[in-house]
């Protein structure tokens, strides 16, 4: 006994449609997941400059950022015509100080970096607004409610607290 015609139609445009759908539900994955592939590098080139401000979402995998030839390149370190490697550092901000490090570099950044790094050639002593940019990454002007939620939490729970242990006013 075979299947009838319309019953196996319906079947194969079923299955069409449940591929469909699982292919956007691949898409949204990915997209999900390519959004939080996401670093922002400063990167001071030459004294007195405003630093280049390059975004990555690709050519890593999050929390490990690669300083490769090609993102050396994005940021104008490197040039095709540079024969030789300039020195290049990084800012370490646990150590508050500029460190060196060789092309392949892999950095593996923190909920204090900010998704953030700062690089510079090694011979520029001016970063125009270094200072200016560090603060903004230690101090966002924008709070991150899904980090700061427990502080503020607990913020308000202490006003909370001191208001009522407060004796009332006459």
Not at 69 to 84: E, G, M, N, P, Y
Not at 89 to 113: A, I, K
Not at 155 to 166: N, T
Request: aromatic share 8%; net charge neutral; glycine share 4%.
């Amino acid at each position: 006994t075979q299947m009838p015609a319309l019953f196996t139609q319906q079947n194969a445009i079923e299955e069409a449609m449940q591929e469909e759908e699982h292919q956007r539900d691949r898409e949204r994955i990915q997209a999900a997941q390519r959004a939080k592939n996401n670093v922002i590098v400063y990167a001071w080139t030459q004294d007195g400059m405003e630093p280049t401000i390059y975004e990555f979402q690709e050519g890593f995998l999050f929390p490990n950022f690669f300083f490769s030839h090609d993102v050396l390149r994005k940021l104008c370190i490197l040039s095709d015509d540079t024969a030789q490697m300039p020195p290049i550092q990084r800012y370490n901000r646990v150590l508050d100080t500029w460190m060196r490090f060789d092309v392949g570099h892999m950095v593996t950044l923190h909920d204090r970096d900010g998704g953030a790094l700062l690089v510079k050639n090694a011979c520029v002593k001016d970063c125009v607004d270094l200072g200016h940019h560090l603060q903004k990454l230690t101090h966002p002007s924008s709070p991150n409610i899904a980090k700061a939620l427990p502080a503020e939490r607990k913020y308000m729970r202490a006003a909370s607290r001191a208001k009522s242990s407060c004796p009332p006013s006459p």
